[in-house]
């Protein structure tokens, strides 16, 4: 079968009442994290993998938290294409939706509901190009996987984090469908949290001459960490860092002069950007206020999830980029994550090459109403059919672009995103 007729038969295949129901059935099964319960929903999709001729395995990190490794079966030689998508999402505040955040409801050519967006249109979107290979009779030209896992929303520690940690992922190259509204995502920038505790001297709040403010302190790092004036290069996909001042608590009452003030910040990295350098950039800005460590003020690092990227010239971004192509008649739009996802470990830890690229756009992604379009399905459908059926083996990545797999640290991530 020739290219083109390849293509006009998966486009005329695409199934939109399957996609349309399996992301509905996936939105009704609740999987918010915190608190973390991917159970049911692992389960559900278990329980339809023998239809697509998938073997499951089940890997239980810790009580109800279920990762969902799928394989169409290793056949000699052939090439590895991994499908990594998480199955957790963020919590739901009902009260504020319009729609039922459960209900899956379909309306205005949209699907409705936590998860809808980030990431669970994506997972049905990819389960379905499967099927729709099976239903052409398609002999792929590499094994594929799906690792569908939890976690991911607070960092991955029990999600593919311990995927990694067990040696459980290898893989040519990897598909990471997150919410990108059908961009090639390349690259992300990476995270840092910490907490700023400064040291005053106590004093009557009578005389605060005779003490000094903690809290006062505190402010003058606040203005000079938000005020974000931190050497850097703006990367030609995620632009500058950032860096929040997201919490600040200091004080015992009015009528003392505060010796302790905390701030926590959130400050994220741009790719070549390593935790020490992270930290050393905000070590200088606040020497800049004549305030030294150890003595006026402590730092501590409570998270760091290292940046990554993938060079736009990767053959895997080309087969994404024909297979795109070949669906819609376009070239397809590239774009950088503010926030990280788990590509990294791909990209960082094991060298695989990894393309984020799914359905659904980014700005409603943990956000009321969230929603996917039915047409992007669609097309997220037929090009992850066209890569499936044309996958036949990529070359490692050629560096480690984000950080070293020492920056990795999700241990107690309280959020990721
Ligand atoms: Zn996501």
């Known amino acids: 079968m020739t290219r083109p007729d390849l293509v006009r038969k998966i486009r005329a295949a695409v199934d939109v009442d399957a996609v349309t129901g399996l992301t509905q059935d996936l939105v009704r099964i609740r999987s918010e994290n915190p608190p973390g319960r991917e159970t049911e929903i692992a389960g559900h999709l278990r329980e339809r993998a023998p239809d697509l001729g998938l073997a499951a395995t089940v890997v239980e990190t810790a009580p109800g938290r279920q990762n969902l490794l799928l394989t169409t079966g290793s056949r000699p030689g052939a090439p590895v294409l991994l499908v990594n998508g998480h199955l957790d999402t963020v919590p739901v505040r009902p009260n504020a939706w319009r729609h039922d955040p459960f209900g899956g409801e379909v309306a205005d050519g949209r699907i409705y509901g936590r998860g809808a967006a980030d990431m669970k249109g994506g997972v049905a979107a990819a389960l379905t190009a499967l099927q729709v290979c099976r239903s052409l009779g398609l002999e792929l030209p590499c094994e594929l996987v799906f690792h569908l896992v939890a976690d991911e929303e607070l960092g991955g520690a029990q999600g593919t984090a311990a995927l990694v940690a067990r040696d459980l992922v290898r893989a040519d190259a990897c598909l990471d469908p997150e919410p990108t509204g059908l961009r090639l995502c390349l690259a992300e920038r990476g995270l840092m949290f910490a907490t700023v505790t400064t040291n005053g001297v106590p004093a009557h709040g009578s005389e605060p001459a005779k003490g000094r403010s903690a809290i006062i302190s505190a402010a003058a790092i606040a203005q000079v960490l938000h005020d974000n004036e931190f050497p850097q290069t703006p990367h030609p996909l995620l632009g500058t860092t950032t860096c929040n001042v997201g919490t600040i608590r200091g004080g015992s009452g009015p009528n003392v002069v505060p010796e302790e003030c905390l701030l926590e910040i959130d400050r994220r990295v741009l790719p070549g950007e390593s935790r020490a350098m992270a930290v050393q950039g905000i070590v200088d800005r606040i020497a800049s206020l004549g305030l030294v460590r150890g003595t006026d003020y402590d730092l501590r690092v409570d998270t760091f999830c290292e940046p990554s990227e993938i060079a736009p010239g990767h053959p895997f971004v080309g087969y994404v980029a024909d297979a795109f192509a070949a669906m819609t008649g376009r070239a397809p739009g590239t774009t950088g994550l503010?926030?990280?996802?788990?590509?990294?470990?791909?990209?960082?830890?094991?060298?695989?090459?990894?393309?984020?690229?799914?359905?659904?756009?980014?700005?409603?992604?943990?956000?009321?109403?969230?929603?996917v379009e039915i047409d992007a399905l669609v097309t997220a459908v037929g090009v992850y059919a066209c890569l499936f059926a044309g996958f036949a083996g990529t070359a490692p990545m050629a560096d480690n672009a984000g950080g070293s797999s020492a920056d990795t640290d999700v241990e107690g991530v309280p959020s990721a995103r």
């Not at 990280?340 to 659904?360: E, S, Y």
């Open 338 to 371: 503010p926030f990280t996802t788990d590509a990294r470990f791909m990209r960082n830890q094991l060298g695989i090459p990894a393309v984020v690229f799914g359905p659904g756009d980014l700005a409603v992604a943990h956000t009321v109403d969230e929603y």
